[in-house]
């Protein structure tokens, strides 16, 4: 297994949780959190390049902004996503993915990743 996220769990809606994916040899990917909910596609919610793009080191989805932030510790050979404020609409499997071969601006596509993880569930209520 190559990516193994964690973190998830159930909480209030205003509430944080910070998830956790850890992985193996993705240290110069570029990785992405997405996420499901039930009967609903991939959604993607914030990216992290693997190369310093001056200001655009990260990106995220609209739904999430100014809420969640994504960051990396190479020296850990993780990533993170810290969610703030939760929403009830925040409720879904969340899911790592790395090895991205997509074209540059579409790194919250889910189809640009080749590598996925088992996922970790959050619920808020």
């Known amino acids: 297994v190559q990516l193994v996220e964690s973190g998830g769990g159930s909480v209030q809606a205003g509430g944080s949780l910070r998830l956790s994916c850890a992985h193996s040899?993705?240290?110069?990917?570029?990785m992405g959190w997405f996420r499901q909910a039930p009967g609903k596609e991939h959604e993607g919610v914030a990216a992290?390049?693997?190369?310093?793009?001056?200001?655009?080191?990260?990106r995220y989805a609209d739904s999430v902004k100014g809420r969640f932030t994504i960051s990396q510790d190479n020296a850990k050979n993780k990533v993170y996503l810290q969610m703030d404020s939760l929403k009830p609409e925040d409720t879904a499997m969340y899911y790592c993915?790395?090895?991205?071969?997509?074209?540059?601006?579409?790194?919250?596509?889910?189809?640009?990743?080749?590598?996925w993880g088992q996922g970790t569930q959050v619920t808020v209520s």
């Open positions: 993915a790395a090895d991205f071969r997509g074209l540059m601006g579409s790194e919250l596509h889910a189809s640009g990743y080749k590598d």
């Open positions: 040899r993705y240290t110069h990917s570029t």
């Open positions: 992290i390049y693997a190369i310093y793009y001056g200001d655009r080191s990260t």
